[in-house]
T-cell receptor, first 112, second 114 residues
Framework: QKEVEQNSGPLSVPEGAIASLNCTYS??????FFWYRQYSGKSPELIMS????GDKEDGRFTAQLNKASQYVSLLIRDSQPSDSATYLC????????????FGSGTRLSIRP | EAGVTQFPSHSVIEKGQTVTLRCDPI?????LYWYRRVMGKEIKFLLH????????ESGMPNNRFLAERTGGTYSTLKVQPAELEDSGVYFC????????????FGPGTRLTVT
């Protein structure tokens, strides 16, 4: 069964530090990977997508992909209290044109 | 630009009753998806429409669930009859053709079956 695995946390990081969120996936055919942020009681919000090995930066966020290790990560620089949320890692399912599968999420808490 | 909207935001029904959830995708998005998150579990794919056609319904749990998207605009998801295990948050998402994986989610409908 194809899976996306995340540590559920909570991950506590001091304000201003770098938060590092990790994810592994089981389907070697997967090509597309996503990070969603979900505040409590709200909908998932797409914050990063990555398709190639290496790093992709967008503002304070950097997504990293290593297909050989089947590993995806999200770094948040200069963490702010507003970054406190659950972060969902997701990937495509290689056998499907559009289905994505989600990990269970990592709860991040930024302490002032 | 308006985002994905869902109605109702919360529904409480008794086992055996029928409930219909509605989703309005972002204007111009031909792809529409339904997902569900049950308590303590990850978000799970239910099905995918391209315009009015069902592209993939492999995640639909059983035949008590019926999704429609007449006219290729809004979509409905009907649960009939509802069971206790159907409780959860039902999310709708949409995306443009060509960027089908970059999906934008609605606020969800929290369904409670008692």
């Amino acid at each position: 069964q194809k899976e996306v695995e995340q540590n559920s946390g909570p991950l506590s990081v001091p304000e201003g530090a770098i938060a590092s969120l990790n994810c592994t996936y089981s389907d070697r055919v997967s090509q597309s990977f996503f990070w969603y942020r979900q505040y409590s009681g709200k909908s998932p919000e797409l914050i990063m997508s990555i398709y190639s090995n290496g790093d992709k930066e967008d503002g304070r966020f950097t997504a990293q992909l290593n297909k050989a290790s089947q590993y995806v990560s999200l770094l948040i620089r200069d963490s702010q209290p507003s970054d406190s949320a659950t972060y969902l890692c997701a990937s495509d399912v290689g056998s499907s044109a559009s289905k994505i599968i989600f990990g269970s999420g990592t709860r991040l808490s930024i302490r002032p | 630009e308006a985002g994905v909207t869902q109605f109702p935001s919360h529904s409480v029904i008794e086992k055996g009753q029928t409930v219909t959830l509605r989703c309005d995708p972002i204007s111009g998005h031909d792809n529409l998806y339904w997902y569900r998150r049950v308590m303590g579990k990850e978000i799970k794919f239910l099905l995918h429409f391209v315009k009015e056609s069902k592209q993939d319904e492999s995640g639909m749990p059983n035949n008590r669930f019926l999704a429609e998207r007449t006219g290729g605009t809004y979509s409905t998801l009907k649960v009939q009859p509802a069971e206790l295990e159907d409780s959860g948050v039902y999310f709708c998402a949409s995306s443009q053709v060509g960027t089908s994986y970059e999906q934008y989610f609605g606020p969800g409908t929290r369904l409670t079956v008692t």
